[in-house]
């Protein structure tokens, strides 16, 4: 199931819009952030910087390949550094869902 009808094999097709590594900002809070796309295909805003494997939590860990692309580690420990996903820190509060109520 090709994901782009037209995309040639063998060479990445690339993705319109952010580039990996890109400097951008939220859009939410302001912050600064850096644009890296998944495996999956998808873009991923992860925070600036790298942070201490054990400050953050299991499923949240990201490194970034040599080609920029953004790779979840899972539940892997691995010594070191590691990014995150700017979205978990994020200091916006949630997009407002209807029948929410601000305090
Ligand atoms: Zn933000």
Redesign the pocket.
């Given at each position: 199931m090709p994901a782009g009808a037209g995309a040639r094999p063998g060479r990445a097709a690339r993705p319109r819009g952010p580039r990996a590594g890109g400097r951008t900002a939220?859009r939410?809070?302001g912050?600064a952030a850096e644009w890296h796309p998944t495996l999956r295909g998808r873009w991923l805003l992860l925070e600036p910087g790298e942070r201490p494997v054990s400050a953050v939590p299991p499923g949240r860990r990201w490194r970034i390949a040599g080609d920029g692309t953004a790779v979840g580690l899972g539940r892997a420990f691995p010594s070191g550094t590691c990014r995150v996903s700017?979205v978990d820190g994020?200091?916006?509060p949630p997009v407002s869902l209807p029948g929410a109520v601000a305090g």
């Open positions: 939220c939410r809070c912050a700017h994020c200091d916006a």
